[in-house]
Structure formats: C-alpha cells, structure tokens
C-alpha cells in the first residue's frame, strides 16, 4: 500500500474513533489533524471535507451491513444464523454508533448522504424480509407475509432508534456502554418471541439468555 | 378570558401550525408574529422567545399524553380500551408531529425541556407497563413480567421514532399523511400480536384491520 493510500486510511479510522467518543459535531477536520499529528494541508490532500470523511464512513458501514444482512444461501436457516445476525448487527452498531446517534444531523446536512441512506434502508428492509422469510421456511417461526414485513419494520426501527431512545431517556447520555447496545440487540430477539415454534423455542430461549442484559443496566452504563 | 391571555393562547395555536407544517427550524418568532399579524413586540410580551413557547407546547403534549396513557380505574381493560389507547396516541403524534420530527434538535438546544422528556420517557415507560399487565390481568394478552417491560420500551421506541423512520426511508420527506402516522400505532398492534389469547383473538384482529394502513401507502403520503 502506497504511503498516500495509507494516510488516507487513517484518516478514516481516526475519524470513526473521535466520532463515536465525542460525537461527530464536536470534532473538526483541524481536531482530526492535531490527533494524528498531520497538518491541516495533508488531511484536506485526501478530503476536501468532514462530509467527505463522513461518506467514507458511511461507504463503510453499508458494506460491511450488506456482507451479513442476507439469507445463508443453499441450505436451511438455523438458530444459529439468528445468533451470527445478532452479534453482527450489535458490532456494526456498537463499532458505527457515531451514525446512529447523530444521524438526523448527517443527513440534514448532505442530501447525497441522505438519498444513498433511503436506498440502504430499503435494502435493509428488503433483505431484513428475505431473512425472516427463511426462519419461517425452516420451522422456527411462524408468521405469515403481512407479519414479516410488519415484524422487519419493527426490528429496524427499534435498531437505528436505540441509541437515540437510550440518549433520551438516561440520566447520563454521554458513553454508552457496548452492554447497554446488547440490550437493544436483546429488544429485537423480543419481537419475534411470540412467534417461535414449538419446536425452536428452547434454542432461542437460550439465545434471549445470552443476549439478556436488563433494562436498568442499559439505562444506567 | 383576559385579551392578553386570548394572545398568548393564539401564539401558542399558531405556532404548533406552522412548526407541524414547515418545520420547527424553518419557523422563526417573526414568522409567527407575521402570521398572526401582530407586532414581533407583543409576541414577546408574552413569551421571552421561541424555547418557551416549544416549552409551553410541550406542557401541553405532556398534560395530554398523561391525561390518557394509564389502565382503566376500578375495572378491567377490554379490547375497546386497547382502541382508546391506540386513537389517543395517533391523535397525539398527529397533533405535535413537529415534536417527534425535530426531537433531537429540540432536545440538544434545551437543556431544561431535555431532562423532562427524560422524565416523561420514564413515566411513559411506567405507564405503558401498568397498561399491558392491566391486558394480562384481563385476558387479553398472555405475557410474564420481563415481556411486558420489553414490549413496552419497543412500543414507545417504534411510537416516538415512527416520524423520523418514514422520513428518512421515504423519497417525499415532507407532508406526511396521517395515514402515515397511523400504520405507526398499526406496527405497535403487530408488537403484541404473538401474544393475544385465543379469546380475545377475534375481537384483536378487528382491530388490526381497523387500523391496518398499507406499508406502500405509509411510504408515499
């Protein structure tokens, strides 16, 4: 990788991480600068802009959403692709949370960004269907179409809205925890729970285990 | 009625109008004076600027919201207070829309209104939960007390951010319908739909067709 490319690189990464501990309005392009010891100059050599910078990210976040969010393809669903669902999703959240929190921001500010985030959120819809479509398919929910896309909706609202919902409700807002994101992951297991089968209801019993963390616990860390 | 408080009750009318209509940002104290068509002075007289007069509506969405969200006195819920609840909170989105469309702008510039809608969440919360176990108690929902805490932070979280949801996955983000806001309190009927006892199915299903909007619909109106 050419030393270029690799600035660029940083850039980014250093970025994504003053986003998400001090919020994305808070942190200038001279912030970014100062923290990776490089002159103004050199950053703007790679990004004209912070919403440059901002739709790299974004770039990012959508892949990286994209390579998961999708039904296994050639063979039945299991409860343990329900499992790689949830701890990739808490990750891209967890690792992105700077979007989540300060996204009416973002896309107020950059019409680009935000006709690319409805075609995402789209997509996400779509794919979101197609996942909760193979679960029924395979005998560990029942719910018929209406259902699907009614539950699909409830699942994204409930993910893009959570950091939002826990900022607006916490005495502290500032840092939130990655166990007061499990929670939110945790809420998404709890919409599908009146519709698991008989047959599934144990391994996903023991899924909602694993992802419990309690409410307080998510208000107050 | 004084005249002075006839005014000050005017401003207060006028201006959830314009703030549901353009939007809290794009409506400044000498808009509403404009439209009104009194002097900016007399508006002041009454309120010291824009926060107070966003405070004194939400007084007023707060008193209203309190006034319905608790269980039925002395009696046990039925399905027909389940419809109460559902035409009350889409009244209520409907009628302070600018509210749940600009809520982190209006909660980051005051500190003051933001720690009481933190106090609100937190009733709203209670409130919510006294309510579902109130369905339980009555027969209409089979849920244990962790569900009823989780189905009820999913409902508030799909409720307050149904707005911002629909206008960041539409292509049209400006004037929704309320058809729009109304397949929002359909998707908080779909939350609790995997839980409904058999008795109480047919009368629960009614009311889903009742409130049922298309996903298409909420999409383009």
């Known amino acids: 990788m050419a030393p270029r490319s690799k600035t660029r690189e940083r850039i980014v990464q250093n970025s994504l991480e003053l986003f998400n501990l001090q919020g994305e309005r808070s942190v200038s392009t001279n912030h970014i600068a100062a923290h990776m010891e ?20 974004f770039n990012q976040y959508e892949e990286l959403v994209d390579s998961f969010l999708r039904p296994p393809q050639g063979r039945p669903a299991t409860v ?4 790689f669902y949830l701890k990739a999703l808490l990750a891209a959240m967890w690792n992105y949370r700077f979007l989540h929190r300060d996204l009416d921001y973002l896309l107020d500010s950059d019409p680009d960004l935000a006709a690319r985030y409805r075609r995402f959120s789209r997509r996400c819809l779509q794919q979101g269907q197609a996942i909760y479509r193979g679960f029924v398919d395979a005998g560990i929910l029942s719910l018929d179409a209406a259902q699907v896309e009614s539950l699909t909706i409830n699942a994204w609202i409930v993910l893009t809205a959570w950091v939002r919902f826990l900022s607006t409700t916490r005495e502290h807002a500032a840092h939130l925890s990655e166990e007061a994101f499990k929670r939110g992951v945790y809420q998404v297991l709890v919409l599908e729970s009146g519709f698991v089968t008989p047959t599934a209801r144990a391994a996903v019993d023991a899924l909602c285990e694993e992802f419990h963390v309690s409410f307080n616990q998510a208000l107050e860390q």
Chains 1, 2 share one sequence.
């Open 80 to 83: 343990q692709d329900k499992r």
């Open 38 to 57: 490089i002159s103004p100059g050199n950053l703007y050599y790679h990004f004209p802009n912070k919403q440059a910078i901002i739709a790299q990210l």
